[in-house]
């Protein structure tokens, strides 16, 4: 059973506003990551960590960041949010190569973003 | 370069139908990792299978089922009698082992609508 958490699920803010979107993982997966996601639409990898302090950018560009200084903590920031990042946002771990012996990535539930 | 390719953007059956969801992959490497995941109404991605790229078996899974070719870069994903329950979105997606597996790429997903 996968244990990724993301808070808050829905986030309704206005523009401008500094926004954190939270994942945590109990599972110690070295590797995590964030996609974007329109509603039922393709997924964008954004950022991802191979480990502590340890943090890449993604295909899609994004002006979020993300910070990694526990294992298990990978959360993403919005300094300045405008409407344009309205989407959802999915955080994944995953334990090694391609995902480990398994290879899969287990995926939170998502932080569903609306700016006003 | 990386890509994925779900040509289907919609599908529609009825219960009890079989449904075969294609894609079809682009990569240099020859060490890679397939994947297909379901994300349902709920949004949270659920991993279904992973195949390597030097096994080329197919697999049967209760009523799913997948057909990996590598002579044309396809991996199918076949639902046998399928349920109302199966209505999700699909994605196939992509990970090289050359990159660390931290790139996993994603199709932009099928639809599946099952009907009663």
């Known amino acids: 059973e996968a244990d990724i958490y993301q808070t808050p699920r829905y986030l309704v803010i206005g523009t401008g506003k500094k926004i954190t979107l939270e994942c945590s993982q109990t599972?110690?997966?070295?590797?995590m990551y964030w996609y974007q996601q329109d509603p039922g639409m393709e997924l964008h990898l954004i950022h991802y960590?191979?480990?502590?302090?340890?943090?890449e950018k993604g295909d899609l560009s994004s002006e979020s960041t993300v910070s990694r200084i526990r294992t298990e903590h990978f959360p993403l920031t919005l300094e300045s949010a405008r409407p344009s990042h309205t989407s959802q946002y999915l955080c994944?771990?995953?334990?090694?190569?391609?995902?480990?012996?398994?290879?899969?990535?287990?995926f939170g539930e998502g932080s569903r973003l609306t700016v006003l | 370069a990386q890509k994925v390719t779900q040509a289907q953007t919609e599908i529609s059956v009825v219960e009890k139908e079989d449904v075969t969801l294609d894609c079809v992959y682009e990569t240099r490497d020859t060490t890679y990792y397939l994947f297909w995941y379901k994300q349902p109404p709920s949004g949270e991605l659920v991993f279904l299978i992973r195949r390597n790229s030097f096994d080329e078996q197919n697999e049967i899974s209760g009523r799913y089922s997948w057909n990996f070719q590598k002579s044309t870069s396809s991996f199918n994903f076949t639902i046998t009698a399928s349920q109302v329950v199966d209505s999700a979105v699909y994605f196939c997606?992509?990970?090289?082992?050359?990159?660390?597996?931290?790139?996993?790429?994603f199709g932009a997903g099928t639809r599946l609508f099952v009907k009663a």
């Open positions: 599972m110690g997966h070295d590797k």
């Open positions: 997606a992509l990970s090289e082992a050359g990159t660390g597996g931290f790139k996993t790429i």
């Open positions: 994944a771990s995953s334990e090694g190569l391609a995902g480990g012996p398994r290879g899969e990535l287990f």
């Open positions: 960590s191979y480990g502590v302090n340890s943090t």
